[in-house]
DNA sequence: AAACATAAAACGTCTGACCTTTAACGTCCA
DNA sequence: TGGACGTTAAAGGTCAGACGTTTTATGTTT
């Protein structure tokens, strides 16, 4: 027989099916606490033991975090943020591949960006201005990824927006390292105006080729970074 | 008290961690199975059901697999395939990405790719071309994304590396689902020599804009892509 | 009002049992 | 001899109950 059989499915994939739908959906919000070990058992009709490999799969897909004693509690929506960061990669890697994804998200939503998105990070670029000005750089450091995030979310693609997200945790860290070794000397006093131009005209082609002129972990191959300050920016 | 708690560790996460490390060691490497839950209970010195979450969790990452009344095999290394495929996205939006990625990696390689992986990439390509004259789909869409891959590993990131092989299956489905609509009218009957010449001459500049000018489905915003004919390529 | 003791609730772990499916083995018959 | 079939052992899947550990809330005391 090559008939590749009925597999009935098994009942745990079931319940972690059931809530990941919760954690998507929506109805259990970030941050929220789920029901009730208890509470689910009895409302799903499973065993204690099914439910509890269902929620630790979960867990360690990073959608839940657990606390004995307290409960279990909505720590993310998506799991590619917890299987990047168990790459564990280098900051260089991450920078790199950041490039990529700011040169594209940049281009893509040059032709889709809203106005309301424009004005949005009109704002962020103010916030990091200030940030620089104060040399506040918990602040800066917040304000520049918040742009970038805004720009990858502005391209209108959901996959570069979650895997941008995915990164920033990796991110924050890298720009946090960076500035215990260079301090603000090392940082890029340039805002993102040209970007944000860039964007503004629609001009896809300045757009990518903006966000990736002031970043360089690697060596300048973009041709138009100035080549003796590789700093994150 | 603010002494942010010990937080002696969960046993189950020490399970979880020691069954990754013989994955991503080699010890148990891609295909084989895994000792039984009996042996492993044993060794390890832990109750079923413990053992049992940690499976569960690997289970769910896409590292490990388990089969009823055989055993439990090892399907994967890393769990970045697995996260990303849960996202499901549009077949538009992974190809947005691996514009993206293809780019960099292009830069990146120049100026690190060796001259063994130029050979593997001239030997990729005749296979490209073989199966194109041959009108041979599947041989075609492998050997294209075996080209792109191996680019990407050749610039020497295995953040940016691992990242492209987790896109892998949803790009060959987008490949496949592209094919089944255009035939071999749609694709791009173009090999991609201009490329590997970049490569080797170690430019960056003209590597990168190569590898994205003949894929494009957006809208050809980076300017050298032939508007007419938006294709995998 | 602050400090301490107590109890309840929630997750963590253990034990043992039984079910379902698969693979391997051995037997039987053509 | 070789294939078909039935048996059986082994592996993962599910259930049930018990007890431990941690946190939070409660309430009492000083």
Redesign the pocket.
């Known amino acids: 027989m090559a008939l590749p059989?009925v597999?009935?499915?098994?009942?745990?994939?079931?319940?972690i099916q059931r809530l990941r739908d919760e954690i998507t959906s929506g109805r259990w919000p970030m941050g929220a606490?789920?029901?009730?070990?208890?509470?689910?058992?009895a409302e799903l009709?499973?065993?204690?033991?099914?439910?509890?490999?269902a929620?630790?799969a979960l867990?360690h897909a990073g959608l839940l975090q657990?606390?004995?004693?307290?409960?279990?509690y909505v720590r993310a929506t998506s799991e590619l943020s917890g299987a990047i960061q168990r790459l564990d990669s280098e900051l260089g890697e991450v920078l790199e591949v950041r490039q990529g994804l700011d040169a594209q998200a940049a281009g893509l939503a040059a032709a889709r960006i809203t106005p309301e998105a424009l004005d949005r990070l009109d704002a962020l670029l103010a916030r990091r201005a200030t940030a620089w000005r104060q040399r506040d750089r918990d602040a800066w450091i917040l304000a520049d990824h918040a742009f970038h995030q805004a720009v990858a979310t502005g391209a209108g693609n959901s996959l570069l927006s979650d895997l941008y997200a995915a990164l920033g945790p990796a991110l924050r860290r890298s720009m946090t390292a960076h500035w215990d070794d260079h301090g603000f000397d090392g940082a890029d006093p340039r805002g993102h105006e040209d970007l944000l131009d860039a964007l503004r005209a629609g001009d896809a082609v300045r757009a990518a080729r903006s966000a990736t002129s002031n970043i360089d972990a690697t060596g300048d191959w973009h041709g138009t970074s100035s080549p003796s300050r590789p700093g994150p920016g």
């Open positions: 059989s597999r009935r499915s098994v009942l745990v994939d079931d319940v606490r789920i029901p009730t070990e208890t509470a689910l058992i009709g499973i065993a204690r033991g099914t439910l509890r490999e929620t630790r867990i657990a606390r004995q004693g307290d409960g279990t």
